[in-house]
């Protein structure tokens, strides 16, 4: 019976978790902002116990800053953390795109076109028309779903686990900065397709080259650079 408790306990504290996660990515509480697990229960229809549960994972893994006595608070991103977070991604993708290129078949090269050809003719309309927060956020989406399609056939389900986790990093950081969240125009376009033709190249050198670019090209964006 204490198992089946323990369980259903350990389950409700994962929903909360993803259910503040996906809120901390969207940038849906502000930099600095005091997370109170009593205060949080009833939105999330758990214990301030569970909540208190999710915090101490999201803060484990980057999302929330957590200190004795302080409590909790979303994190509050700086110039060198973005950065640092951005070059982690790079790595972890790089190799991932290295062993799918590796180990990929035509179901592979199928849905990563797939995904870039929904993320190019989204942005291709996103620079012909005024930008609405929705359009962001449904780009938002087909971005992550190309660079999680780049990965996908890498056989380690760690590698993309943590790549996951660090995407969700960037773009918290990132949302918290750009009202844009990170779409830069044509540049950008330039940069996914240069990713897609290395990929299906079969250039695991020039893909990570490309992907690196792509970084580099944030870095030196205003976004990278400012401060909350």
């Known amino acids: 019976m204490s198992s089946e408790i323990d369980e259903g306990g350990h389950s409700e504290a994962m929903g909360v978790y993803a259910r503040l996660r996906e809120v901390l990515v969207a940038g849906g509480v502000a930099p600095g902002e005091k997370l109170m697990p009593r205060s949080l229960a009833p939105r999330y229809a758990a214990s301030a116990a569970t909540v208190r ?18 409590g909790f608070r979303a994190v509050k991103p700086s110039a060198g953390t973005v950065w640092e977070i951005a070059h982690f991604r790079v790595l972890l993708e790089a190799e991932g795109a290295r ?8 179901e592979w090269e199928a849905n990563l076109t797939a995904a870039h050809h929904r993320l190019s003719h989204l942005e291709a309309r996103m620079r012909g028309e005024a930008i609405d ?8 989406g087909c971005d992550r779903a190309f660079h999680e399609a780049l990965i996908a056939e890498c056989g380690s389900r ?6 996951r986790t ?7 950081h990132v949302v918290a900065r750009d009202p844009l969240l990170g779409f830069r125009g044509p540049d950008l376009v330039r940069e996914h397709s240069d990713i897609l033709r ?18 580099e090209a944030f870095r030196r964006s205003g976004v990278a650079q400012a401060e909350i």
């Not at 290395?198 to 970084?215: K, Q, T, W, Y």
Request: net charge neutral; proline share 5%; aromatic share 10%.
């Open 53 to 70: 549960e999710a915090l101490l994972r999201l803060a484990a893994e980057g999302f929330v800053d957590s200190a004795p006595q302080r």
């Open 99 to 106: 062993l799918s290129i590796e180990r990929g078949g035509m």
């Open 133 to 140: 927060p929705a359009l962001l956020r449904f780009w938002s």
């Open 158 to 163: 760690r590698l993309i686990a943590e790549h």
């Open 166 to 172: 660090v995407f969700d990093q960037f773009k918290q």
């Open 198 to 215: 290395s990929a299906l190249d079969r250039d695991p050198v020039g893909c990570a080259d490309a992907l690196r670019r792509h970084f």
